[in-house]
Structure formats: structure tokens, C-alpha cells
């Protein structure tokens, strides 16, 4: 146990001085003499899909096929009774830093990080190192969602919607199939696919995209979707503080679960050892948070914060072992099913109980892209190859 404790802390002191040396040597992700360009407060628009009937169709469900469901979902029906609250929501948005992909709370940087989101959704077949990377054939679509719906292809066919830039299919239909499927097993896949394109990654309310259920088609494969949510949530944010207004088209109860983790001190919420049935997000679920503060509040509380004022590893985080680059990469690049963008780990060491220092960033204020027009096609595959080596 000794000598396993020394090998993490040369580990530590290895990694230290390679970030510093690499800082050193390439400099920071932003040019010299760069100046913010975004405005003094964004506009976020944060509206949510209605989930009321899809609680009711969980609450339907005797324990049996709920068991089903955790054993290949996770934890992410919780996510249902997760309140977003509305004013804290937007007052979080304006302390995000585009250029370095984190969070400026006053004296305190903070980023949600792999680790922290493959905790809260617990689910069992998700395996860290095998990341999701996007397919783009438009014909393959139709034939997915037949084999997640068990249905055949005039059905699928004629239910498929055109929504703005993107192919979808309407909630109502995959309702109506959980509802009367003779499959369990379907019923709890339609069932789940309908978070991850309602909760999860959510662009036209009431609707599923296609990017989602070209995810979730390649979920029995074993990959992990963390990377795709932080990959969306990173871009979404963005978008919003870049053009001073926008929508927030990704999963808000994550990012408000994660939020009030680290911040335990301000809603006195007891540290705690916990057993491996423990779910952060059921947790959540049944703590009533107050909705009456206003922005301006929130404001000041979040522009004031000291070191002392959070606690820096969230309360149900167990501390360990850390992706912090990947490949080529001198930080950790995020494919999501939109676009990708990258982040830095290093920056929020002291989330895990580790000592902080200036972590190498070049290249990453441009590690950003969509999913449209020439070339993206190429750096996906890039980034991919990236996740494909040791990380």
C-alpha cells in the first residue's frame, strides 16, 4: 500500500514537470495580447422538454423491469425528478470561460470532468477508454432506429421529421411504443433512448435527433457517452457566452448536480462515506433546493467565492486516477454527436484533492469545431485515433 502511494506521487511530480516544461515550450492555448470578446451578460435560454409522462410511465413499471433498466442505463432515470433551477441555471453561465473550457467562480476554477460525470450515472457497461466517435451515413439512420424500435421500415419511415438542420423522430411515437410494445426489452430501450433525446442531449423540444439514436445504437458496444455530454455541454455554453445569447441544448441536471457536489459548504450538506450502491443522482432527486433566490444573488454570491467556500472533490466523488490527455493531444480532446471541443483536467486538480499548477493548453482555444461544412471529417477521425492510444 506504502509503495503504491509513492508510485502516485512520482506519478504527480512526472506529470507536473512535463505540463510546466510543455507550458514552458509552446506557451498558453490563447495568443498574446488576446481581449474577450463576449458580452457583459448572456441571455440563456434554458427551456426543457415536459417529462410528466415520462415519470408516470416509470412509475407505471413493476421493480423487475426497473431492474432491467439500471442494469443497462445506469442511474439516468433519475434525471427525471431533477429540478433545474431556472435563475441559479443562467447565473452559472456567465462564469464560463470559452477559451480555457472551465469555470471562473471568483478565486475558484472548476470544470465537470469525465470522472465526475461517469460517477453520477453509474452505469455498469460503460467502459472509460472506448469512446464514442459519430457516423455520418444519413441511409443508416432508418435502419437503427428499426432495430432500437423492433418496428419495420415503412413505420419508421413515414414517423421520421425534418427539424431545422436535422432529421428526428416525434416523442409521441416512441411513447405510444413503450407503451404497447410486446418486447420488455424494446420498451426499456425506447424508453431510455427517449432520456438521451429528451433530458440528455435535448435540440427540438419533443423530438429525438438522429445524432441520438446514432449514439445510443452503439451503447451495447460498451462506449462511453461521457465524453459526448461534456463534448455538447463544453460547445453549448460556449455558443451561449460567445454571441451573448443563445439556448442550452444539453443536459442541465447534470451540470446542476454536479454544481451543488462541490458546493456542499453553502447548502450544508454532511460529508459522507459511501457504499457501492450509492447513487449521487437519487440522492439529488429528493433534496428540495430553494428557488426563490434571484440572480442577482446568486450573482454576487458566485462572483465573491473564496477557496474556503467550496469543497473542492465533490462529496460523493471518490478520489483516483485521472484521463488528463490523450494521444497527441496535451490535454483530453471530446467528440460529441454535434461537434467536438476539448478540455484541460489539470486545471481542476485540486478536485481531487491534488496539489494545482499552470497545466499546458496549447492548441486548445481551437480545438473547437461542428460537425458541418469541409474537413471536419478528418479531425474527427483525428481526435479518435487520439482516444484509441494510452491515455
Known sequence: MENEFLNKVKDNAAVRAWSERLQSDRGDSLAEGYISELQDFTHVNVAQNELQELRDIWASWDEGTKQLFYQSYGDISYLLDIRVEKHLFRVIVQFWNSAYKCFTFGEVDLVPTIEEYTTLLRCPKIQVRKTYARVFNSQAFVKKLMSISGMNEPWVATRIQQKEDSKCIPWENLRDLILTHPDERKRVDIFALSIYGLVIFLKAL?????????????????????????????????????????????????????????????????????????????????????????????????????????????????????????????????????????????????????????PTTYGLAQSEFSFKGAHYKKRVRDLSDAWKQTC
Open 206 to 358: 419533443r423530438h429525438v435527433d438522429k445524432a441520438v439514436i446514432d449514439l445510443f445504437d452503439r451503447l451495447e458496444k460498451g462506449i462511453t457517452l461521457v465524453p459526448a455530454i461534456l463534448a455538447e455541454t463544453f460547445r453549448s455554453l460556449s455558443s451561449c457566452r460567445k454571441t451573448g445569447e443563445g439556448r442550452f441544448i444539453e443536459c442541465a441536471q447534470l451540470l446542476m448536480v454536479w454544481f451543488h457536489g462541490h458546493f456542499w459548504k453553502v447548502d450544508k450538506v454532511s460529508y459522507r462515506v459511501f457504499s457501492e450502491g450509492y447513487s449521487p443522482l437519487k440522492k439529488e432527486a429528493t433534496i428540495q433546493r430553494r428557488e426563490d433566490i434571484s440572480e442577482e444573488k446568486w450573482i454576487d454570491i458566485l462572483q465573491n467565492l473564496k477557496e474556503g467556500d467550496i469543497e473542492w472533490r465533490a462529496y460523493w466523488m471518490a478520489p483516483d486516477e485521472i484521463m488528463y490527455r490523450c494521444g497527441n493531444f496535451d490535454w483530453v480532446p471530446l467528440l460529441g454527436i454535434w461537434g467536438a471541443t476539448g478540455y484541460t483536467p489539470l486545471l481542476a486538480l485540486r478536485q481531487y484533492k491534488s496539489r494545482q499548477f499552470v
